[in-house]
């Protein structure tokens, strides 16, 4: 029996006691007066009406009431039901404790005349004493309810409470008005409190009830089982936990909802794989890389969009196809074969692969095959990842070619070209055949960089290029090693015979002018050293060697021809390295001195000028002239060093003379390139004069034109600098470089010196002559001091003379001596008698 089966029994029972009052209102009062009552659908949750109804709104309720038999829930003064012809003329709403409309009583009357007072004040009275009815009626049923339940609880809730303790997670009731009446012992471990009696705006606040509260109601509403939202447990600090909760209306035995019921559970775990899948299922769609799955047959069954932009098969094309679709083509059976040996014992195998797209294009990629076991390690599928590694492979062919290539002409370096001479020389060996190694060498290339500059002198390197390539057959190599420097590989040479056609042809290579961008031709020549085997050298260091001294040799001759390695030259190039390292200690060995020769006033046979020539005093040697080791001083990088000996022994000289009262004109130094280049060349220079006291006015610097032209800006910078000094500047060799009027009037310049190739046939040669008497005139133009070297007659003496040139030096005046000698040359000038016929 539920509540309200216990009320209304009641209500029926208790209306017996209203009678009296109706009938006084009826037969004494002339008013009909009828009692009904609400059939409520739901006893636990009554239609609620308002206390104070609208006049209109009980006018309507009132003609409900009376226009209708109401038979199952009324009361009335007479035995007859209600019927519809008597007219309503007041209602009194009864309200049960809780507010709830329980009904109302009318009265009405036959007619439209109103109701005495007596009537209005008989049926307030009664409606107050059906209320305080209702009141005592309420409590009794609900005292009763409650019994009943008590009962039913303490018979099944003994068990109930064991068998969801039984349950992991939490498990709990709550009856409709929202109070927890049965939970597990998890909830109360867990919640830190037990919850029975109380309801979750206690428990959890406003915020969270108002979610909870509304996910009950949506579960009595369902009438089924619903799952809550997941959400992460607010009760971890670390949101790590995450909680479902499944709720379900609890039914009584009459089908009525009088609760409900929660199951929450723990499902961090299913998250976490579920947050996996979903990882990689993301991870397998915007991989970079290829993906490909196939069943334990090889058949695919997915792929990935990194896959399809690889291959540019549509997924929609490679399902159920098989990876041979892939095949290059490059690989025999025996490769597939180890590739699925190692696939199969040990799960996996990796490597780089060669395939093919739809196009029909081949491309590499870097692959790792993979097996998947089930659990009893049966195979069930295989996954294939790979990336297209074509970019990394040609930037691997960029560098390598790089590595081992000239990045100006694209001939094979030093590098290539050794192991390719190794190569050669073991072919060589295997067929009993002879080869050759030819040093190729630029004549006079440097002087193209400096007067040209570096762009054209590219542009002439890549020519020389070409044409050895093309005069090659392909079995032979042809490399760039540095600067203007070629090598030649030939093979199979049968003998010295056949090298030296071979090497005829690339000479001529140079008779064709070269062409260049501007439009400008330059001819050029070479100088070529060969070197065979097995007969001048087993291995490619020693043909190496040989070709290159041969090479050297060529030059020595004269440029422009080629030559043979012999065991002399061989000699000689081991003297050169044992005076290359003795030249290193030279200079700490105090062993370069200085000759002094001589120049001359040829009006007066007078000294004006001492030229300061170097010597090497070497121990085993003897005296060695600058021509055995200045060049080898400018390669070893040790110039720069003799030059600042050779200037402060030069002053320092000076100095002492002048001291003596010796009167000398100016001491002359030769100055080296890499010194003029040097920005702090005329500071040393400065610092030479002030630690030796010579003065400025008493030095004299000779450069070369060529250097001048490599680097004019650093040069006449330099150059203005030690003239603002005092110092006096010369061009030695005269006539032999490529200075030109125009630049000549830039330099700082005092003096000109004819070269002496240019004095030598002066006598006897007209172009001699005629340039020599070309170079007086412009050196007189230019108020210049002009000095010839190399005079050896008195024929050559005399024809300067007479043109204008008023000094010179030579063998005819005195050759280059010693301090002592040059000391007694000056002490000696008095009176001296003239050297020419006037």
């Known amino acids: 029996m539920?509540?309200?089966?216990?009320?209304?029994?009641?209500?029926?029972?208790?209306?017996?006691?209203?009678?009296?009052?109706?009938q006084i209102l009826e037969r004494s009062l002339g008013a009909h007066a009828l009692i009904a009552y609400l059939d409520h659908d739901d006893a636990l949750q009554p239609l609620v009406a308002s206390a104070s109804l609208s006049a209109e709104e009980q006018r309507q309720l009132l003609h409900e009431v009376t226009a209708r038999r109401i038979t199952e829930t009324s009361?009335?003064?007479?035995?007859?039901?209600?019927?519809?012809?008597?007219?309503?003329?007041?209602?009194?709403?009864?309200?049960?404790?809780?507010?709830?409309?329980?009904?109302?009583?009318?009265?009405?009357?036959?007619?439209?005349?109103?109701?005495p007072e007596e009537a209005l004040i008989l049926a307030d009275n009664l409606a107050a004493r059906i209320q305080r009815d209702l009141a005592l009626l309420q409590q009794d049923c609900l005292n009763e309810f409650n019994r009943q339940q008590g009962q039913l609880q303490s018979e099944s809730l003994p068990s109930l409470q064991a068998f969801i303790n039984s349950i992991e997670g939490h498990i709990w009731i709550k009856n409709l008005d929202g109070i927890y009446v049965c939970a597990n012992h998890n909830v109360s471990r867990d919640w830190g409190t037990s919850p029975i009696g109380k309801n979750d705006l206690q428990l959890f606040g406003a915020e969270r009830s108002a979610i909870f509260d509304a996910a009950d109601r949506n579960a009595i509403r369902s009438g089924k089982p619903i799952v809550t939202e997941e959400c992460a447990d607010a009760d971890d600090p670390d949101q790590n936990r995450w909680l479902e909760t499944i709720k379900s209306p609890v039914i009584s035995e009459t089908g009525e909802v009088v609760g409900v019921i929660g199951m929450t559970r723990n499902i961090s775990q299913r998250k976490a794989f579920q947050d996996q899948l979903s990882l990689a299922a993301t991870v397998f769609a915007n991989s970079v890389e290829g993906v490909l799955i196939t069943d334990r047959h090889g058949t695919i069954i997915e792929v990935n969009n990194a896959f399809t932009e690889i291959t540019g098969y549509r997924r929609e094309e490679a399902i159920s196809l098989n990876p041979r679709i892939l095949k290059s083509g490059r690989y025999d059976n025996g490769f597939y074969e180890t590739m699925w040996q190692s696939l199969t014992q040990e799960g996996q195998w990796q490597g780089e692969l060669w395939n093919r797209r739809k196009d029909g294009s081949l491309y590499p990629q870097m692959t790792t095959l993979s097996a998947v076991y089930d659990d009893h390690r049966?195979?069930?599928?295989?996954?294939?990842?790979?990336?297209?590694?074509?970019?990394?492979?040609?930037?691997?062919?960029?560098?390598?070619?790089?590595?081992y290539?000239?990045?100006?002409?694209?001939?094979?370096?030093?590098?290539?070209m050794q192991a390719e001479l190794k190569l050669a020389i073991e072919r060589a060996e295997e067929r009993q055949q002879q080869m050759a190694v030819v040093f190729v060498d630029v004549d006079h290339f440097k002087l193209i960089n400096d007067s040209a500059g570096h762009l054209v002198g590219d542009e002439v390197l890549c020519e020389v290029?070409?044409?050895?390539?093309?005069?090659v057959r392909q079995v032979d190599t042809v490399a760039r090693i540095g600067g203007d420097e070629f090598v030649v590989l030939l093979s199979g040479i049968p003998d010295s015979q056949a090298a030296t056609a071979v090497v005829s042809k690339l000479m001529a290579l140079f008779e064709r002018p070269f062409e260049l961008g501007s439009g400008d031709q330059l001819r050029l020549t070479s100088s070529l050293g060969i070197a065979l085997f097995p007969q001048d050298g087993r291995n490619s260091d020693t043909l190496l060697k040989h070709a290159d001294s041969a090479m050297y040799r060529a030059k020595q001759q004269g440029r422009n021809s080629f030559s043979f390695f012999t065991q002399s030259q061989n000699e000689r190039s081991l003297e050169h390295l044992k005076l290359q390292s003795d030249l290193h200690d030279a200079i700490a060995n105090h062993e370069l001195h200085l000759n002094y020769q001589p120049q001359y006033d040829l009006a007066s046979n007078r000294i004006v000028g001492i030229e300061a020539l170097i010597r090497w005093h070497h121990p085993r040697l003897g005296v060695l002239g600058p021509a055995r080791f200045i060049n080898m001083a400018e390669r070893m990088g040790l110039i720069t060093d003799i030059g600042l000996v050779v200037l402060t022994q030069a002053c320092h000289q000076a100095s002492q003379w002048l001291s003596q009262g010796l009167e000398f004109g100016r001491i002359a130094v030769n100055v080296a390139g890499p010194q003029l280049l040097r920005r702090d060349f005329s500071d040393e220079v400065q610092a030479v004069l002030k630690q030796t006291g010579c003065p400025a006015s008493a030095l004299e610097l000779e450069v070369t034109e060529n250097f001048l032209i490599q680097n004019p800006d650093d040069a006449i910078r330099?150059?203005?600098?030690?003239?603002?000094?005092?110092?006096?500047?010369?061009?030695?060799?005269?006539?032999?470089?490529?200075?030109?009027?125009?630049?000549?009037?830039?330099?700082?310049?005092?003096?000109?010196?004819?070269?002496?190739?240019?004095?030598h046939g002066i006598?006897?040669?007209?172009?001699?002559?005629?340039?020599?008497?070309?170079?007086?005139s412009m050196g007189n133009s230019l108020s210049l001091n002009v000095i010839a070297e190399g005079v050896e007659?008195?024929?050559?003496?005399?024809?300067?003379?007479?043109?204008?040139?008023?000094?010179?030096?030579?063998?005819?005046?005195?050759?280059?001596?010693?301090?002592?000698?040059?000391?007694?040359?000056?002490?000696?000038?008095?009176?001296?008698?003239?050297?020419?016929?006037?």
């Open 718 to 759: 330099n150059l203005n600098q030690l003239r603002a000094l005092g110092i006096h500047i010369a061009i030695d060799d005269f006539g032999t470089g490529y200075s030109s009027l125009s630049y000549l009037k830039r330099l700082p310049l005092t003096t000109l010196k004819i070269d002496q190739s240019f004095v």
């Open 75 to 115: 009361f009335a003064s007479n035995a007859e039901p209600a019927t519809a012809d008597l007219t309503p003329q007041r209602m009194i709403e009864l309200f049960l404790p809780t507010q709830a409309l329980f009904g109302v009583l009318c009265l009405c009357s036959g007619d439209d005349s109103p109701l």
């Open 465 to 471: 290029a070409n044409r050895l390539k093309q005069q």
């Open 2 to 22: 539920d509540y309200q089966q216990v009320e209304l029994s009641k209500v029926h029972h208790t209306a017996k006691q209203w009678l009296p009052s109706l």
């Open 763 to 776: 006598s006897v040669d007209a172009d001699n002559q005629v340039i020599a008497k070309a170079i007086i």
């Open 378 to 403: 049966r195979i069930r599928y295989y996954v294939a990842v790979f990336a297209d590694i074509s970019e990394q492979k040609q930037a691997e062919e960029r560098l390598a070619h790089m590595a």
């Open 793 to 838: 007659t008195r024929e050559q003496a005399q024809f300067l003379a007479e043109n204008g040139c008023e000094q010179a030096q030579g063998f005819l005046f005195s050759r280059p001596v010693n301090d002592s000698a040059i000391l007694k040359l000056l002490t000696q000038q008095t009176d001296p008698q003239p050297l020419l016929q006037p």
């Open 405 to 416: 290539h000239d990045p100006l002409t694209g001939l094979p370096n030093r590098a290539k």
